[in-house]
C-alpha cells in the first residue's frame, strides 16, 4: 500500500501542477477498447514459447481521463479499469518425462497512466508516450498440465505478494488522433517493466504428479485501441 500512495501522491501533484499552469485548453473525458496482450514467462528450465502457442489475449480497458494543451506540448492522465490475461503452451522435458503445459492467466487491475504529448498535424494527430503503473486486484490461472498422455486440469486463485506481485509498472507510447472535437482514437503499446509472477509451478512426475515451485521472469507486452469522448 505504501507504493500505491507514493503513486496517488505523484499523480496528484501533477494534476495540481498542470492545472495551475495556464493552459490552452483543457478536456476531460472518457475512454474505453479493447486490449490485446502477450505474456513472456521464463523459467531456470528451457521453455519453447512461440507466438503460435502464446497468442495475443482480447481484454477490455475502461477509464477517465483529464488532458492539458500548451501550445504543441500537453499531458494526459488516466485512471482506468483493466481486464487482460494471456494464454500460452509448452512443452518440456523433466527426469526424461515429456510434459506439455497449457496456462491461462487472467488479471484484474486499476492503472494509472501518465502520457506526455507532442500535437502535430494542426492538432489533428498527438504522439504520446509516457508510464502506466497499475495495481492488480485479482488474478486466477487455468491450467491444463499433459503427462504421458494423461491430462490434469485446475483452476486457481493467485495468491497477491506471494505468487504475484500486485505493483508493476510499464512504459510505452503511441499515437492519438482526434476524429472531432469530441472524439478521439488512441492507438498505444505498453511494455512492463516488472515481474508479474514472483514464482509459477511445474509438474514433474515418477510415479505421479508432483508439484515443484520455482521462480519466474515475466512481463505483460500490451496493445490498447481505445476511443475516447472529451468534454
Known sequence: MKRMKRYLLFFAII???????????FHYGIIAGPT??????????HINLDEERNPLYLGFKIGIFGENKFKMLGVQYELSY??????????????????MQTKEFFFQRISLDLLGKIYILNDYLSIDFGVEPTYIISATKDEDITIDNRSDK??????????????????????????????????????ELTNTLQKETISITDTGIVNNTIKTLSKNRTFYIMLGWRF
Open 82 to 99: 483493466d481486464q487482460l490475461g494471456s494464454r500460452m503452451q509448452w512443452d518440456e522435458e523433466i527426469f526424461n518425462t515429456p510434459i
Open 36 to 45: 490485446f496482450n502477450r505474456m513472456t514467462l521464463d523459467t531456470e528450465y
Open 15 to 25: 494534476f495540481i501542477v498542470c492545472q495551475g499552469i495556464k493552459a490552452q485548453e
Open 154 to 191: 485446475n483452476k486457481t486463485t493467485l495468491k497477491k505478494g506471494n505468487d504475484y506481485s500486485p505493483f508493476n509498472i510499464a512504459v510505452g507510447g503511441g499515437i492519438c488522433t482526434y476524429i472531432s472535437q469530441n472524439i478521439t482514437l488512441s492507438l498505444r503499446y505498453m511494455l
